[in-house]
């Protein structure tokens, strides 16, 4: 990773003219601090101690830069003038010991003005007639302090030419060639700035040079194509006549405006890998100067085909404008392989399915090829896409869904069994079971759940009742149980209430009146539990009876009897 890239610093600089503004360079404490004064600015910058000597670049903006080596820690002042008005992004890098150490970046404003030139006519190409030939200049200004002072030089000669001053200036022409006419505006501010511009002028005389009896805009367009011979964005130099002949049908047996040749030079501008030639046999041919710009953008988005590549694939035959215009879009919006892109379209994809395709492997984030496979293999782009969506709904491997999809499984089941699916079994295993048989054995499995959590219930109740009826009738529980679980009995309460009436009611009976005797007996002395029981027989086995017999006999003691 670069230095530019590692710092980054966001610097909001409010200009004034000669008013100082201070800059912070990202990572190293460096301090900027920039003063305009008319065309010069001041680059005032205060390296930190510590950390020298430093390297500086300086960046103004303008094409051109500063450069200090085994720089001390200090200030260090770096003037510089500006070529004109505008504004200026300058850049200030600070290193030491091979490593970048910090970065400023801010703007700096060049009040002034700007002066454009232009013609009627325009452009300017003129014929001599009668020994003159007029045009009329004229001078736009924008900037700067009114009112403007004008200075014209229009017959090339590096002199000001007396009498023109104003804005507009008329003038003429006696002799053929070509000329460099010039405008100079200084404005009334302090600073005095001023601007020129220029424009080429030219002027055929036919009959000083039957060269230049050739039509002045085949000139043009010779001359303009000639030029861009040396930059090898043209295959020859021509003449006048040349271009002429082409445009009279020597090239095509048919007339070509030279529009046409003048729009393929301009194109040479814009697309400078592609020669003045192949520019315009293109735009004589069956495509378009739009198509051949479209491909221009497209080169401009691709990393590996230039224009040069695409303009030689529709040249030869080998793709259609349409068929890489739709390739460039798939390569740009989904990240997808160009050349796999064309590969596609060539052996029979639609544009609406190259996109679907495209976008579906960015959204799965596998590569193409993993959905070639599938596709090969008889799943469909819609199936692939379910298979995608079910998978982020059920948090599940998109390939186990296809594979399930491709096994024969509707999306139903497939559904269903990822539902299923849980506590040691997979919905794959769901569906070699088969969702319907997995359902009646989960079934039959709760109900046998069911019906072993009752049965568990009804013997904890059974239980309970046991250990009531045990005190009840003064025997265990297991033997309560037996009875309940006996043949006679099977499980009825009953009936086994019924045997314990009859079997141990008696005895129970027995026990519980035998222990109110003891308790009666152990509150007087001298009574024991049989004499307790006797009396209890006599009257009537009324215990309340017992109980009154004994408190009234015991009032009947004497005291000193009681004592004894």
Sequence with gaps: MTGKKIFQAVIVLMLLLGTPVAAFADGLPVGVTTTVTCDKVDFDIDLPDGFGPYTIRLEFGDTEDFEAIEQPAGLLKVPHFYPSA????????????????????GTVTIDGLTVTLGSTPSPPLLTIDGGEASIEFEATVVGGEEPYFY???????????????????????????????AVSVTDSGTCGFSSTATLTVVVVDPESDPQDACHPTAQKIAEAVSVIFFDARAE??????????????????????????????????????????EIRDWGLGDSSWGALTQLNRFADTLDEYGIRELFDLVVNGDNTVGEIRTAARAAVRYEADFEDALL???????????GQFYK?????????????????????????????????????????????????????????????????????????IGVQEFRADQRELDRTQRDDERAQREAERNDRTAERYAEQYGISAGEVLAILNGEDCDGSWGCTRKKLRGEYQSQASS?????????????????????????????????????????????NVPKNNKNK
């Excluded at 850049?91 to 010991?97: D, K, N, R």
């Excluded at 020597?250 to 592609?274: C, E, K, M, V």
């Excluded at 007996?521 to 029981?533: H, L, N, R, T």
């Design 86 to 105: 505008g504004e200026y992004a300058w850049t200030l890098i600070v290193a030491g010991s091979g490593n970048v150490l910090g970065k400023a970046e």
């Design 151 to 181: 200075t014209w030089d229009l017959d090339e000669d590096g002199l000001p030419d007396a009498g023109l001053s104003g804005e507009k200036s008329p003038y003429t022409y006696t002799a053929g060639g070509n000329y460099e006419a």
């Design 236 to 277: 020859q130099t021509y003449t006048c006549e040349d271009i002429f002949n082409i445009f009279e049908g020597s090239l095509t047996g048919n007339h070509t405006g030279f529009g046409r040749l003048w729009h393929a030079y301009q194109l040479t501008q814009t697309i400078p890998d592609l020669t003045w030639e």
């Design 344 to 354: 596609r379209i060539s052996e029979g994809a639609n544009p609406g399915e190259l």
């Design 360 to 432: 579906l492997a960015a959204e799965m984030g596998v590569e193409p090829a993993m959905l070639d496979q599938y596709l090969g293999d008889g799943s469909s782009l819609s199936e692939l896409r379910h298979a995608a969506k079910m998978s982020e709904r059920t948090e599940t491997d998109w390939t186990e869904i296809i594979d399930a999809k491709s096994s024969g499984h509707s999306w139903g089941e497939i559904g269903h069994a990822d539902k299923l699916a849980g506590d040691g079994i997979s919905a794959a295993d769901i569906l070699a």
């Design 511 to 555: 026990d519980r009146d035998m222990r109110t005797a003891e308790q009666i007996a152990s509150k007087y002395d001298g009574i024991s539990a049989d004499m307790v029981m006797t009396e209890f027989k006599k009257l009537g086995q009324d215990w309340n009876r017992v109980r009154a017999y004994y408190r009234n006999l015991n009032k």
